[in-house]
């Protein structure tokens, strides 16, 4: 198992209690058993946290918690145990942060891309999110599967939806919503805030036709 060009090789780091031999590249943790046993190899963009042993611990160690859940503890045996410790997380931590810094950016680029596809959405974005109503993450977080193009429809509001709520004239100087009980279910599903205010507001303090027009709740 290759890890590309190796940037440090660490001797004596013991994983479930066998002695092996850590190698480290831009992209991957290899451990290699100095015996008989099962090579490790991790993806350093699949780390999502590293902890160290607390001072004063016998063990000096690193433990690495993946994203696919499983957690992985690697002991220093060398002469000079904290001192590789800290090389190896200082590695990691500055590949780490590279990672996301990456995922940061991608994720911020995917959601200009939604948004400059969907008018209505910008839409919607201002009166949710500029207004403070939900945050941002709030926000997308019902609309993760729109980063993916193949997978815009599944879930989340659809543009139907978005029609109906429309702000329409009703002849008068007001604007009226068209909100029904499905499109009610949908802004709540969407936007627990709003579902939370309206938990706590309604019917003790305001009436439901209040909350919709009296809360500034726009959509």
């Given at each position: 198992m290759s890890v590309g060009d190796v940037q440090f090789t660490f001797p004596q780091v013991n994983h479930q209690k066998q002695p092996g031999t850590v190698e480290l590249s831009m992209t991957h943790l290899k451990w290699s058993p100095d015996m008989i046993g099962e090579v490790v190899l991790i993806e350093i963009q699949k780390v999502k946290r590293q902890k160290i042993s607390p001072e004063g611990k016998s063990k000096v160690q690193i433990q690495l918690e993946l994203t696919d859940g499983r957690s992985l503890t690697f002991h220093f045996a060398d002469d000079d145990p904290?001192?590789?410790?800290?090389?190896?997380?200082?590695?990691?931590?500055?590949?780490?942060?590279?990672?996301?810094?990456?995922?940061?950016?991608?994720?911020?680029?995917?959601?200009?891309?939604?948004l400059q596809n969907n008018?209505?959405?910008?839409?919607?974005?201002?009166?949710?999110?500029?207004?403070?109503?939900?945050?941002?993450?709030?926000?997308?977080?019902?609309?993760?599967?729109?980063?993916?193009?193949?997978?815009?429809?599944?879930?989340g509001i659809t543009a139907d939806f978005l029609s109906e709520v429309k702000p329409q004239s009703d002849g008068t100087n007001s604007i009226r919503y068209n909100l029904t009980p499905e499109i009610v279910k949908v802004i709540f599903r969407t936007y627990p805030a709003v579902k939370?205010?309206?938990?706590?507001?309604?019917?003790?303090?305001?009436?439901?036709?209040?909350?919709?027009?009296q809360e500034k709740v726009k959509l």
């Open positions: 904290k001192a590789t410790r800290n090389k190896v997380k200082a590695h990691l931590g500055k590949l780490m942060g590279k990672v996301l810094a990456k995922k940061v950016d991608k994720n911020l680029e995917e959601r200009k891309r939604v008018p209505n959405l910008v839409k919607l974005y201002k009166q949710l999110v500029t207004t403070g109503q939900v945050t941002a993450e709030e926000f997308w977080s019902s609309r993760a599967h729109m980063l993916d193009s193949s997978h815009e429809q599944d879930i939370k205010r309206y938990l706590e507001v309604c019917p003790t303090e305001l009436s439901e036709k209040d909350f919709w027009t």
